[in-house]
């Protein structure tokens, strides 16, 4: 079964409006890392956000939100006022437990319009 | 953020010759190294882990003598890719990840590399 789906292969956004990008995960661990990566056309790994499982707030970063909702199992990233330069693919991935490999989702393809 | 660098940045090889990739950490010490692999419009997909001074930990279906690594020192890991053939072609992504205080920390990548095998 698949640990982390993203349901949105590609998605479209007007520049300065906000967009949600879809992670959900299955895990049976109540200890977790959730993070989203943002990958440019280089290839590098951006490093976005960081959601643990027992932080009792959603985390946000700058532009970056995560809309953590536990019960639903999902992490879905928001990006407030999207640029060009947002156009990218994005990874959601989870840690589990005591673990520390990473096992990512199939990303999801932005590109932000002018 | 830690630097992770990767050489070289792309490749190319003929069919049959061995490529060696180098990741380092330029700041900080990594216990743990990580190798990807991604083609084109694809997710990063986990190969192996490598732990400094020990052998590494292969995921199922990467074939460890093909693709051998090597994590000498805290801060050097490499991957060789022996007796490339053309299907081994793609890009090619480490991370490297401390542990302190009784926790690990977060990974970070590398630039990549892309192999080119003809």
């Known amino acids: ?114 | 953020g830690a630097v992770v660098s990767q050489h070289p940045s792309w490749v190319i090889c003929k069919s049959g010759t061995s490529v060696k990739i180098e990741c380092r950490s330029l700041d900080f010490q990594a216990t743990t190294m990580f190798w990807y692999r991604q083609f084109p419009k694809q997710s990063l997909m986990l190969m192996a882990t490598s732990n400094e001074g020990s052998k590494a930990t292969y995921e199922q279906g990467v074939e460890k003598d093909k693709f051998l690594i090597n994590h000498a020192s805290l801060t050097l890991s490499t991957l060789t890719v022996t007796s490339a053939h053309p299907e081994d072609s793609s890009f090619y992504i480490c991370s490297a990840q401390s542990w302190t205080s009784g926790t690990y920390n977060e990974q970070f990548f590398g630039p990549g590399t892309r192999l080119t095998v003809l």
């Open chain 1, 1 to 114: 079964a698949q640990k982390i789906t993203q349901t949105q292969p590609g998605m479209f956004v007007q520049e300065k409006e906000a967009v949600t990008l879809d992670c959900t995960y299955d895990t049976s661990d109540p200890s977790y890392g959730l993070f989203w990566y943002k990958q440019p056309s280089s290839g590098e790994m951006i490093f976005l956000i960081y959601q643990g499982s027992y932080d009792q707030q959603n985390a946000t970063e700058g532009r970056y939100s995560l809309n953590f909702q536990k019960a639903r199992k999902s992490a879905n990233l928001v990006i407030s006022a999207s640029q060009l330069g947002d156009s990218a693919m994005y990874f959601c991935a989870m840690r589990e437990g005591y673990g520390n490999k990473l096992v990512f989702g199939a990303g999801t393809i932005l590109r932000v319009k002018s």
